[in-house]
């Protein structure tokens, strides 16, 4: 039993190592592709086509959606609200 029970913990140990390792790769890799984007941002900030190639499409869309979002709430407040 207490040599199962060896091999399993071995075993999490290991697992546990390899995904601190594939975490810290990531933390990296984003911190420096993050450092490239705001770099190109600012590099290109006259021309508005390049500029918009070094930002996020995720977190484009998800602002686009945010602004959108924003406008209906503030309509529909606007709307609401009585006019005396």
Excluded: W
Aim: charged share 35%; hydrophobic share 25%; aromatic share 10%.
């Amino acid at each position: 039993m207490a040599a199962l029970r060896g091999q399993i913990n071995g075993r999490m140990y290991f697992e546990d190592d390899q995904l601190t390792i594939r975490n810290k790769a990531f933390t990296l890799l984003k911190e420096c592709v993050d450092e490239i984007r705001s770099y190109g941002q600012f590099a290109f900030r006259d021309d508005a086509d390049i500029a918009k190639s070094y930002s996020s499409k995720y977190r484009r869309e998800k602002q686009q959606e945010y602004r959108k979002n924003c406008k209906m709430d503030k309509s529909t407040h606007d709307s609401d609200t009585p006019t005396s």
